[in-house]
C-alpha cells in the first residue's frame, strides 16, 4: 500500500506570509494532484503534476514534483484568508489502475486577517 | 451543466439499520468512485464502478458493504447493519472515460453519516 504524508498537519499564518506545504512518501507515482476541500464539500482539484520535476503555477499557488516523483510541494505566497482551508495531495497509482488515488491526511491552513 | 449530486447530504441512522447513499454523476460521466474520510483522516479509496461493472472494490470492507451503478439510475453504496465505526463522510467522483493517472475526478460535496 503506498502512504503519503502531508506536512504539517496544521498551519495558522497570518494574512500576507508565505508558506510551504509537503507531501512525502516512499513510493514512486505517475502523477500528484493537490485538492482543496472546504468544510462540508468535497475536493477541488487544484492542480495535477506529472513529470519529475515539474513546476506548476496556478496564481499565487506554486506546485513542484519531486525529480522522483515520490514527493511534493505547494507553496502559497501572500497568503490570503480566502485561502483557509484542507489542502491535501493524492497520488495516483500506475494509469493501469485507474483513477484510485491515495490521499495524504491533509495540511488544515487557516490565514488569519 | 450539473456537477456530481449526493444525497442525502445527512443520513442519521441507529446501529443495525441500513444506510444507502445515492450518487448521480456528472452529465455524460459513465465512472464512479467511491471515497470515505473518517474524522481526522483523509480519504480512502472504496470502489470503482462503470454502467453496471465493478472495476476495482479493492477498498470495500469485506462485509456489510456493497455499491451497484445500474444501467438506469445513480450508483448506491449500502451499508448493512451499521456500526458506530461506519460513521464519516462519503464522497463520490466521476469522471468522463477511463481515467488515467493526469484525468480529473470531480467530487461531490459528500454524505456525512452518523451511527447513534
Known amino acids: 500500500t503506498q502512504l503519503l504524508e502531508q506536512s504539517p498537519q496544521f498551519l495558522s499564518i497570518q494574512e500576507g506570509e508565505n508558506l510551504t506545504v509537503y507531501c512525502n512518501s516512499s513510493s514512486v507515482f505517475s502523477s500528484l494532484q493537490w485538492y482543496r476541500q472546504e468544510p462540508g464539500e468535497g475536493p477541488v482539484l487544484l492542480v495535477t503534476v506529472v513529470t519529475g520535476g515539474e513546476v506548476k503555477k496556478l496564481k499565487r499557488l506554486t506546485f513542484q514534483f519531486g525529480d522522483a516523483r515520490k514527493d511534493s510541494s505547494l507553496h502559497i505566497t501572500a497568503a490570503q484568508p480566502g485561502d483557509t482551508g484542507l489542502y491535501l495531495c493524492a497520488g495516483a497509482e500506475r494509469e493501469t489502475s485507474g483513477s484510485r488515488l491515495t490521499f495524504g491526511e491533509g495540511t488544515q491552513l487557516t490565514v488569519n486577517p | 451543466n450539473a456537477g456530481v449530486m449526493q444525497n442525502p447530504r445527512h443520513l442519521v441512522r441507529r446501529r443495525g439499520q441500513e444506510a444507502r447513499l445515492r450518487c448521480s454523476p456528472m452529465k455524460g460521466h459513465s465512472h464512479v468512485y467511491w471515497y470515505r474520510q473518517l474524522p481526522e483522516e483523509g480519504l480512502k479509496f472504496m470502489v470503482y464502478?462503470?454502467?453496471?461493472?465493478?472495476?476495482?472494490e479493492s477498498g470495500m470492507p469485506k462485509e456489510r458493504f456493497s455499491a451497484e451503478f445500474p444501467k438506469e439510475g445513480p450508483s448506491i453504496l449500502r451499508i448493512q447493519q451499521v456500526v458506530r465505526g461506519d460513521s464519516a463522510a462519503y464522497f463520490c467522483a466521476s469522471s468522463p472515460m477511463w481515467a488515467t493517472a493526469n484525468e480529473k475526478l470531480f467530487f461531490g460535496s459528500g454524505t456525512q453519516l452518523s451511527v447513534l
Open positions: 464502478l462503470q454502467k453496471e461493472n465493478i472495476i476495482d
